[in-house]
Every structure is written in C-alpha cells, then in structure tokens.
C-alpha cells in the first residue's frame, strides 16, 4: 500500500506544560465528525470519573472555535498520545479523503484521490505517516445471497456442511458450477492488482510474470476438493429446518418474507421434498382443474393469498380445505364443507359466514349431523350450514376461540390478532347487564361479523394496512360498537314494555262456554295445529321444531327430547312468519334465552 510521510514541525517544550495530558478522541467525542484530539484541563477527576477537555484545532479542525467538555477517565487514559503527536493533528485525517502526488511505476507523478485509512507515528523522529488506499486497489466481486449465508452459517464453527452446499476459501470466492466445456481467459488487471502486488509497487522481476500469468490462465476455474459424503437422511433436513425456523423469528413483522419462509419449511417438513419432480405435479395442482368441486373466482383468491401462511400457500383450494377437515381432532366445531369453504377466502357478514359456526359442538351432535349430510361436498350446490344461537356470552367466546384455533393454523399472524381482539372485547363485555340478553348476544354477533366483513373488503381491494387497522375497531368507544348499545338498549326498553302488557292478556276473563266453542282455547288447553303451519316448521336431523320449546309455555317432557318423535329440540336463527305469529298468539311468544331468533317475513 503506498504511503504518504507527513513531518511535523513540533513545538518548543515551553509552549507544553510538562504534565499536561493529550489524547486522540473517537469521532462526535468532541463534536466532530472525525477524530480529534484533546488536552486535559487542569482540575481533577470529578466525582463521576469525567475530567474536563480542551479539543486542539489543529489538522482538518483548524478552523473550529475553542471548546471544552467532559469526558470518562477511561475514555482519556485508553487514547493518550505524546504532545508532539497531538499537536501535528495527524490523527484528525483518518476517514477523510486526501489528493496526493503519486508516482507510479513507468509513468510521470499525477495527482490522484485516495482515502486515509490509518497513522503511524514515530515518537522519536517526531514524525507520522499516514496509509492511503485508492481506488484501483479495489474491486467489485459478485456473489449470491446463499452463498454469503451458508458461508457465514457454516464457517467458524462445527456445524455439519451438507454435501450440496459448497464454500470457497472467503466470501468473495464463490465456486463456480463446472461446464461442459471450459474457455479459457486471461485474468484481468484488477484480479492482478489485488492479488500480485498492490498499487505502486513493483514486482520482484519482470521475467516471473510471464510465468506466472500462465499458471493463473490455468487456474482460473478451481477444481474444488470432494467433501465428505455424508449420508442423506432426516439429521440433515432437521437442521436445515431448525435454522429457518430461526431464521422466521427476525421476520415477523414482515408477512412477506414469513409467507416465503414458511413454503420453504413446508416443502422440507414434506415427503415430496425428496421426491421426483414427477411427484411434485400433484402437490399443487391448478384451481381450474374440472375435477376440482371447489374453484375459488378471483377474488376469492385474492383474499385468499393475503390471508395464508407459506406452509397452506401452494395447495390447491380444495385440497386445503380437505387438509382442514382431514385434522377434525384438532378442531370443536363442525368442519362442514361449506364453513370450510367460506373461511377459504373470510366470507363473513354479507355472504352469511358467522363466528357461530365456529362454536364447539359434541362428539354425539357431529356424529348425528354426519350421518344425515354429506361431508364431502364442497361444491356451491352445498347450502351455507345453520349457525347456532349462544344461549351465553360465553357461547361466544368458545366460538372465537375455536375459529383463533383454525387461523392459527392456516392464516398470517395478523389474522390472529384481528380474532384475538374481538376475543377480548367480549371477554370486557361479559360483566356488561345488556349483552347478557339475548337481544345484546345476537346484535353483539351481528357487529362482529361487520367487522370481520370489513376486514375482507379491504383485503379484497388489497389495501392490507387498512385491513389490519380493522382490529383497533373491536373497543368500547368505537362509533360503530356504541350504535349497538343504542340498539340493545332500545331492544331491551320494548321487551320490558312487552312483558308487562301480557300478563294482563294472560288473566283475563274467560268468556262463556258458549261463545267460546269453536274459537281459539285458553293457553292451558291444547291448541290445535294448522297444516300449513305444520308444512313452515324447520327441520333438523329429519324433525320438525317443537314449537313449545321455544315458546313461554314450555313443552311438557321431562326428557331432553320432545314427548313427540317426529319433533325436535333445537334453536334456528329464524321462523317464518306464519310460526312467528302462532308462537306469539297461541303460546305467548318466544322465551328471553330465544328471543334472538329473528322472523322471516313473506315476500309480497
């Protein structure tokens, strides 16, 4: 490397008092943006260890003013240099560029630009030089991001390489795949600079380079030693796994790089990562396949892919949706192949997906509900199932909790925390008197649902910071949630009101026997049935709704089913209106815990 030697002229001995202290300070120690020096005011340690300095402008600083601060004692004693050193400021040049005289070989002294990288000084000769690089010192190596990462995972360390992955001598040098048929080149004079000899200097002789470009032309591609062969099993794939998996926990608030870095542990984690690539065609096979009963449009897909983690990405839509439902064990509610199919692409509110369909269900309850509809169909002839009605707030939280337990396991992380805050919410909600009705259950579901459907609108305009704002939306002093109040509020009044006009209804006098016969009986007689009553009754499992089970006159068995085999016990989310009102009139309408069931009103 050429060298520049700098004489200082130094200074008289009474122009230094002979215990003054001088140091060299790291750069913004005293207020600049390189090094400089400084000299020990008289005074004394303080008693937190600072000592006052004076900073000399002198070097590249000779024109700033006078300044004196407080540095560490460490810092002074760690730093001290001679005064002679100090005083010629040659520490100051360290960083910055300099233009110099330089002569190289054969050819006349020019001016040329370089950087000051470092400073000898010589005490006794009261001199310094400083180390100057230049530009036609360096270059410009290319190589691969994996390459640079397996070379600095793998090296100083005893980490097993894998018979795949190569590494040169540096990171530089990165081994180059050997062709077919190899051209020779001549090296170039940047390779020769760096590595014969270095700028303004000489070689030994003139005669050696000759030969020794002649044995670089031969070297140009190595001829990389054969590792170890290891043997190819689960060890080798388990580190690499291990590694990314480190490597996903710097990422995680960047879904992009988790979504690729989650492929990459999926294809590992499979049996196909070592198969033929015949193997591989099957394990994404298109979405448009005819065979397939479920094909997302392209919307559905766009949302889709803004909601999956890397492992689900590559499946095919249907095939996701049978991975789903493959790992029933893992999951309470009823995995029916509409809901799974609606969760695809986060269909909530509008297109009728609830988060009661993601309330836990009994082992009997799925076993029943099987064995009376088909579970393999997921093309769109398969009707959206009934959702269930939460008797409690409770109901609720179950049902977030089963649907956090599906995200978790196909969505992105910010999925999860868009479920995990209506979670809380409701948790918040649960010490609330109006949403323990069944009126403030039912708008509180229905609310939720809006959010959640807001959620996909964004998504599905791809604008994905304002869909993971939608999550701030799930607290009390949301405009939208203090509408609800309103609402449960006025619901709450109007069923009071309610309750007390039909007890007066319920006690009034009986009219005589005969202007009685052949009109309605008193709601302690039987009343009978109309057909076309009987013909609007949901059904369920091939009954048909005891209508007294919902009503305030309640149904007469003492077991958990009706006294009658053809009728049923459950709760539907509506009744047509023609069940409504024979509820209302004949049996004194619907009790509180059902009141959520709303009335299906005929179309005129």
Not at 490 to 513: D, F, H, I, K, N
Request: aromatic share 8%; hydrophobic share 35%; charged share 20%.
């Amino acid at each position: 490397m050429p060298n520049l030697r700098i004489r200082s002229s130094s200074s008289s001995g009474s122009d230094i008092a002979p215990a003054a202290i001088f140091s060299l300070f790291s750069p913004s120690a005293l207020q600049t943006d390189g090094y400089a020096y400084g000299k020990v005011v008289d005074g004394g340690v303080d008693d937190e260890g600072m000592m006052q300095v004076s900073r000399l402008n002198n070097g590249r600083w000779a024109s700033l003013p006078v300044l004196e601060t407080s540095r560490p004692l460490a810092e002074i004693q760690g730093r001290e240099v001679t005064a002679d050193e100090a005083h010629s400021g040659i520490g100051t040049y360290v960083g910055c560029c300099v233009c110099i005289a330089r002569l190289l070989p054969q050819s006349p002294r020019v001016w040329d630009y370089g950087v000051v990288t470092d400073y000898t000084w010589d005490t006794n000769a009261a001199a310094g030089t400083l180390h100057i690089t230049f530009s036609s010192s360096n270059c410009v190596r290319t190589v691969s991001i994996k390459y640079a990462l397996d070379f600095s995972y793998f090296s100083g360390n005893n980490r097993r390489r894998p018979q795949r992955v190569t590494r040169g001598d540096t990171i530089f040098s990165e081994p180059q795949a050997p062709t077919a048929a190899v051209q020779e080149e001549p090296p170039t004079q940047s390779d020769a600079a760096v590595v014969d000899y270095l700028p303004g200097q000489l070689s030994d002789s003139d005669d050696s380079d000759s030969s020794l470009s002649s044995e670089r032309r031969g070297q140009e591609v190595p001829h990389l030693r054969e590792p170890k062969r290891v043997r190819d099993g689960f060890g080798t794939d388990n580190d690499d796994i291990q590694s990314l998996k480190r490597l996903k926990m710097s990422y995680l608030n960047n879904p992009s790089m988790l979504r690729s870095i989650d492929q990459l542990i999926a294809v590992r984690e499979s049996s196909v990562s070592s198969a033929t690539t015949s193997d591989l065609v099957g394990f994404a096979t298109s979405t448009t396949s005819a065979s397939a009963q479920f094909r997302p449009s392209a919307t559905q897909r766009t949302v889709h892919r803004q909601l999956v983690n890397g492992t689900y990405a590559l499946m095919d839509a249907q095939l996701l949706l049978e991975t789903i439902q493959v790992q029933h064990e893992q999951f309470s509610f009823l995995l029916h192949p509409s809901i799974l199919r609606a969760m695809f692409s986060w269909e909530f509110g509008l297109r009728r997906l609830s988060i009661m369909h993601f309330a836990p269900v009994t082992e009997y309850f799925r076993r029943n509900y099987s064995s009376t509809h088909d579970m393999t169909d997921f093309s769109r002839s398969s009707a959206l199932a009934q959702a269930l009605v939460p008797a409690h707030l409770s109901d609720v939280i179950d049902a977030l909790d089963c649907l956090g337990l599906a995200v978790n396991m196909v969505f992105l992380p910010y999925v999860s925390d868009l479920v995990d805050a209506a979670r809380k919410l409701v948790v918040l909600l649960k010490s609330q008197q109006g949403f323990t009705s069944a009126i403030g259950r039912g708008e509180l579901v229905h609310w939720i649902n809006g959010r959640l459907e807001r959620f996909r609108g964004r998504l599905a305009l791809q604008h994905l910071e304002e869909a993971k704002a939608v999550r701030l939306q799930f607290s009390v002093s949301d405009p939208s949630f203090i509408r609800v109040t309103q609402i449960i509020t006025a619901a709450c009044v109007q069923e009071l009101r309610a309750q007390q006009v039909l007890p007066q209804q319920l006690t009034a006098p009986p009219q005589s026997r005969k202007s009685t016969r052949g009109k309605a009986a008193l709601p302690s007689q039987r009343v009978p049935v109309p057909q076309s009553v009987l013909d609007a009754l949901p059904t369920l499992n091939g009954k048909s709704l005891c209508m007294r089970y919902l009503s305030k006159s309640p149904c007469p068995s003492r077991s958990e089913g009706c006294y009658a085999k053809k009728r049923g016990h459950f709760t539907p989310e509506s009744l047509p209106d023609i069940v409504f009102d024979f509820i209302q009139h004949n049996y004194g309408g619907l009790k509180e815990e059902f009141a959520a069931v709303k009335r299906e009103d005929r179309d005129i």
